[in-house]
């Protein structure tokens, strides 16, 4: 009976880890490493931590648009799952891909494992900026997977890049020389010097004539 009962529960557990892998499939918020976020290690374990990273601008202008990738290499490096999140409310993420991802509470995640290509898994997805200056971190999680359908073999990493949100530039103010057409006053001086000279030579010439 005690075999029984021990193989019973090995069956429940292997079952609970499997479920947990697949419940997560379709993407997961609240893992990206941002502050109160629960780590993917804590479902996918086993494997080998991969590489993380984000890359894209690290300044953008208030209220503009930037384009960023999340890059994963190493680790199981068959299939991959992602989380981005902004540290700035007034920030906005937006997917790169409709059909790769989604968001969820202000984040995003995969829809569905993404299959490695030439050794990297890359998630593209886009940051608008609040309307105010200041700093908005990203934080970013990715999952290399082995793809056999449970949580064992796997491992996660995380990363995070700074932006710096400068304030929206104005217009440059003219010269106060400036004339029209783009010539300064001081810059005129030797073409209107030349001009009268030039008459001067000129009526010269009429009285010597």
Do not use: W
């Amino acid at each position: 009976m005690k075999f029984l009962s021990y193989g019973a529960a090995g069956v429940l557990a292997a079952s609970l880890l499997s479920t947990s892998a697949f419940a997560f499939g379709a993407g997961k918020t609240g893992s990206s490493g941002k502050s109160g976020s629960q780590p993917c290690t804590m479902c996918h374990n086993g494997g080998t931590a991969p590489t993380v990273e984000i890359s894209g601008p690290t300044t953008l202008a208030a209220g503009a648009t930037g384009q960023y990738t999340l890059i994963i290499r190493g680790g199981a490096a068959v299939k991959a799952g992602m989380n981005v999140a902004a540290s700035d409310a007034a920030a906005s993420l937006e997917p790169g891909s409709a059909t790769e991802q989604k968001k969820e509470a202000g984040e995003l995640t995969h829809k569905a494992a993404k299959a490695f290509s030439n050794g990297e898994a890359r998630f593209d997805f886009s940051l608008i900026a609040p309307s105010t200056a200041g700093t908005v971190t990203l934080f970013g999680a990715g999952n290399s997977t082995n793809g056999n359908g449970n949580a064992v073999g796997d491992m996660s990493a995380t990363t995070t890049l700074n932006v710096t949100v400068t304030a929206a530039g104005n217009n440059p103010t003219p010269d106060d020389n400036e004339e029209p057409g783009g010539c300064s006053s001081t810059g005129g001086a030797p073409a209107m010097m030349f001009v009268l000279a030039a008459a001067g030579v000129t009526l010269l010439r009429r009285r010597h004539g």
